[in-house]
């Protein structure tokens, strides 16, 4: 059980009042809120460290140097890789996907396939899609199962799909638009047997549940600190030592050579062949201090209370006139998030509406449009929850809702 | 409810969003022009018949929209539709630039009092681009060759 | 004449000592500090506004899309941008480097030349030699002339070089080794005039001094946050309107599409086209920030600043036993750095007995290799002045030299 | 200075790093290879002529380093060549277990004494990598092919 007096304590963002009402902020899919303990992580390090690293023999940056690969190591620890070398710091999911689109992209050829999943966010699709066309290889898709994906993707048609040609699978770890969980550890079994190369988009898991990549088995995985608590700006995507020394860099740039001359250049290995330039420092560092905060609250007792609130949020909609659900049904498991529509609503009014009750939600396609309209959609109303959100919240929410659809008509 | 949002959400406005005018697709068009707002999955698809006088395009002799979106987007559609029909490309030219004017400060000139009804917007700038998603088609539309054509009304800057 | 000592009083970390000796911080080439302002503008943010920006309709997601689009209203004004439009969020110069870089990679073709300049950073360098390998074309330098590169880049050769075939020139705007200013709108207006596009990496003039980018006439300049008192993570690519819509982006995934489907995407105008995933939101308020600051000092006044302590420090350093300066000679123009070499001690032991009296420098290869190399050298340390440095710490910079020669017996 | 500073710039390194010892190309050399600190720009370069007993390589006759970088690492290179002559592989690598403890530890085990002026070097991480460049380079020496080939001793762990 989490003391919700004690985290919210912790967040000063939550302590305002919004058209006069007290915010509830449901919108954590999109991004989290932040504790004193990373806004001081932060507020520490320009008052007392900042320096570039790296190249530095001075105090400052040697200081500089010291906690940001100890962000790196921290981070290791919090996924649980097995070296540090292995945590590339990125802006964030986005910028992980595409720094191992852009590497395959120049390795695979005509014939090869990438497999992805019809549920996956725009950030795990375009750039699979961009490297299908750069190398002429040919991307597919696991269809989900039922009309609203209350039975997530099409597991037989999983195995038939991981044929031979298939080099990359692709798949989210939980939809930020259903919040449906895929078997993770199940699916990079499958593909390692097989040869595959396994690319998990953790976005919408790394701040909720714990994350072990090496029980996971996968090859990479890829996050935003922004959802976990940590600044905006900053993310990682893993990798293992074998894989990592292998790939192309994408950017290039001071700090991941180990010579130039006017010809060309030969690469450091990982993880300063992929962070040419310099780094985020100061966010990374942030990185570091979220990890510590959500340790500390405990990972487990976090993704039971997410979920907690999504379960209840999905059953006390579930009432509500002409409403339509989806993902997981009542009682199944499923991410913190519920994702809904009303026939005759549009999500944007809905969130129009939440919003002058103090609801933060979010409203529109989720970057998820070739599902939106596989499911006849153009748009659904979100709410999703973290460890300061509370069931008084969810009643919120559920009143907020009702107003709405009288306001409407509906009833 | 707040004052603005009771702006926003005038009566004129849901009895557009529930019996929208001029709605579904135009048999006999001649012109055809699609919107997407990204930021929202909104989209809203404008058909005409544009007539010609001389060789040369003159008015909308019919028009209809059709597509999907918050209340504002489609009321604004179809009050749209009933509000450039009969007109020339420059006269709806310059009833859009009215129509921005009112979604953007607020003040509407009297002699337009029936787009007035969207003055509410002004107070929510993120629905700016709702209310002027069928105006952009219908002006893409407008521009448009004979031949049907996807557009995007995408801009940055309403 | 900047005020010194409110100045200094904005920034907090100035006011520290380092082995019992008061901070001299003058590796300001490197990264600068930040003041009060903008580390209070990150903190107001995760306080009162964070919340993901464009896709949201709820009051926290409206401030921080306002504060974010605001921040590039601010960036663009500071550079004199035509248009918000066309100033892209990257993580810093490097990045910048790279999205152009890229894109060009895609449409040169062999035959066609990239030229450049033997005195570049690694981050302008690198990424278009794999631009050449990737397209086939060729890369080409603009030598420096003066064995100490004193008379800067040759200029005769330059025109020389300015061929047909040349369809991209990048060039530093101030070299963060030697020092050295180029005459970036008399470059631009050669290139302009046949037709070649110009890409300035301003890392090392943006924090310093008034950059127009209109007045230079250039197609994209480079910079970085972390140079100009913001904080680490962001910086901008400012790239013409016209332009930038017809480069394909680098990365691709949320927020950069207008619309998706399991086929293929199509992307948004610039900036959005180039900003996939959450931007950086937090730091590029921060920058907006920084630019507030720079500006209420006056950056006529900081680059006159900078410029005369760089002229004092090679005076007084320049009498000094067995002592080689880079750049311009005593009395001409240079940015605000001097870097240096001794025949017989190396920049490292400098550096380190340096930090000894509390005076952080930076020694190495500047992430200039191949100039190194031509010059002979294999490092030299810099010192690096900025708005907050005083004369006293020149004195302390030389004295400290002094005390280092002695104890290597150099007299 | 401090006391941290005097001890990481003691008269024995300052002795080397002025009157380097076995400094410069060998001939005779079977054996060699490159190191960089791309850290700093440092490089140093080792040049060894390997015994051969009974078709193994057995062990180091001769040996010199070449290169530039600072004081620390000048001298450690060449109070290395010192050390190492005529020693195995083996023996080469466990000597350079004890000064890696040395460099990282400080504390240096008594029947190591010679190379116990490196300990200061522990007081500041940041030189370590000085300290082993010429190391790294005499052991990719050791275990490079009789033909010259290129190496980096850019390690990410020491
Ligand atoms: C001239 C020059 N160009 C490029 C860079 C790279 O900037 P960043 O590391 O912020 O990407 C630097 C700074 O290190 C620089 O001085
Ligand atoms: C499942 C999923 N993948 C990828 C992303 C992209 O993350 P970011 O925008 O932080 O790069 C998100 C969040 O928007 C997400 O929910």
């Known amino acids: 059980m989490l003391d919700l007096t004690k985290i919210r304590a912790d967040f000063p963002i939550l302590h305002q009042q919004v058209h006069g009402k007290p915010l509830v902020y449901l919108d954590n899919a999109a991004t989290t809120q932040k504790p004193r303990a990373v806004i001081d992580a932060l507020v520490r390090y320009y008052e007392r460290d900042n320096s570039n690293v790296h190249r530095g023999l001075h105090a400052l940056s040697m200081r500089a140097t010291d906690a940001y690969e100890g962000a790196r190591a921290r981070v290791a620890k919090f996924i649980n890789a097995a070296d540090p070398a292995e945590v590339i710091f990125t802006r964030g999911t986005t910028e992980s996907i595409n720094v191992v689109a852009h590497s395959y992209a120049a390795r695979l050829k005509p014939g090869d396939v990438i497999l992805t999943t019809e549920i996956e966010h725009h950030s795990n699709m375009v750039p699979w899609q961009q490297a299908a066309k750069a190398s002429g290889a040919t991307i597919r898709y696991v269809p989900f199962l039922g009309a609203n994906v209350e039975d997530g993707l099409d597991l037989a048609q999983l195995d038939a799909l991981l044929t031979p040609e298939v080099k990359v699978f692709a798949f989210t770890h939980i939809s930020n638009t259903t919040g449906t969980i895929n078997p993770a550890t199940a699916f990079c079994a499958k593909a390692r047997a097989r040869g595959i190369v396994t690319v998990i988009d953790a976005a919408q898991s790394i701040g909720h549940e714990t994350i072990d990549v090496q029980a996971i088995g996968c090859d990479f995985l890829a996050f935003s600190g922004h959802k976990m608590c940590a600044p905006t700006g900053i993310g990682a995507l893993y990798g293992r030592r074998a894989l990592l020394d292998t790939l192309a860099p994408d950017e290039t740039g001071g700090g991941m050579v180990v010579t130039v001359d006017y010809t060309g250049a030969r690469w450091k290995p990982a993880p300063e062949r992929f962070e040419a330039g310099t780094p985020n420092i100061a966010d990374a560092i942030g990185l570091g201090a979220a990890c510590d905060y959500l340790d500390t609250i405990g990972r487990p007792a976090i993704a039971h209370h997410d979920a907690a609130l999504a379960q209840l949020a999905r059953e006390k909609l579930s009432v509500l006139p002409g409403i339509r659900i989806l993902g997981p049904r009542n009682g199944e498991p499923r991410g913190g998030l519920v994702s809904f529509a009303f026939a005759d609503i549009h999500a944007h009014d809905i969130v129009t509406f939440a919003d002058e009750d103090g609801v933060a939600l979010r409203g529109g396609h989720h970057c998820n449009q070739p599902l939106m309209r596989k499911l006849g959609l153009t748009s659904t109303t979100r709410a999703s929850f973290y460890l300061y959100n509370t069931e008084q919240e969810v009643d919120a929410l559920v009143a907020s809702m009702r107003r709405t659809l009288k306001f409407f008509g509906v009833t | ?158």
């Open chain 2, 1 to 158: 409810m707040s004052a603005d949002l009771t702006e926003l959400y005038q009566q004129v406005i849901l009895d557009h969003n529930k019996r929208p005018r001029n709605r579904g697709k135009l048999p006999t068009a001649n012109r055809v022009a699609h919107g997407d707002n990204p930021t929202c999955g909104d989209q809203c698809s404008v058909y005409l018949r544009l007539e010609t006088v001389l060789g040369q395009p003159d008015r909308i002799a019919e028009i209809s929209f059709d597509g999907s979106g918050c209340a504002i987007s489609q009321a604004s559609a179809s009050l749209m539709t009933t509000q450039v029909k009969g007109k020339t490309a420059p006269e709806v030219q310059a009833l859009y630039k009215s129509f921005h004017e009112i979604v953007t400060t607020g003040n509407a000139p009297e002699e337009i009092s029936d787009l007035a009804a969207f003055a509410g917007v002004h107070a929510f700038p993120a629905r700016i681009k709702c209310a002027t998603l069928g105006w952009h088609a219908a002006i893409e539309a407008l521009k448009s060759d004979p031949l049907v054509t996807p557009t995007t009304t995408e801009t940055h800057h309403d």
